[in-house]
């Protein structure tokens, strides 16, 4: 009897020895367009107006993508002490399915912006990621283009 109640107990023992558990501590899958990215240029294109801004100048742009979210952000090179002054920051998830990424704008420092979803079709070639979608706040009246090229900070 004592035996059969060994062997009763030690049953689900030697069943469980044979699954494999999931790795607690895992690396997820890196994707291409994770890492930090400097803005070197933005193109807006809106009612047939077209303006370019570089962005090694006057001010600094920087996106921020992990596996799961992003983050940018923008400030002026002379810290806020002229009439170029300037801050705006904003972040959220995201999704990417072949070359479209949608960012899902949760924060942002111009509020009108937040809960809104924003496609882009990218495409990474060696350090650089270039992005190109429309922008569109039907409540605030924005409805353009926009094209920005990123390069990796190493």
Known sequence: MRLRTLILLACPLFVACGKELPKQNAVAETK???????LVTGTLIEKGDTTVTD???????????????????????NKGKDSAAVF??????????DSTYTEHLEYCSDRAWEGHDFP?????????????GIEKIE?????????????KVK
Do not use: C, M
């Open 139 to 151: 409540s605030s009246g924005i409805n353009r283009e926009n094209i920005e090229k990123y390069v």
């Open 120 to 132: 882009f079709t990218i495409t990474i070639k060696n350090d650089t990621l270039t992005q190109r």
């Open 55 to 77: 962005y090694t100048r006057n001010n600094s742009f920087i996106k921020v993508i992990n596996n799961t979210h992003f983050a940018f952000l923008l400030h002026d090179v």
């Open 32 to 38: 291409p367009i994770v890492g930090t990215w400097r």
């Open 88 to 97: 705006s920051a904003g972040g959220g998830s995201y999704s990417l399915t």
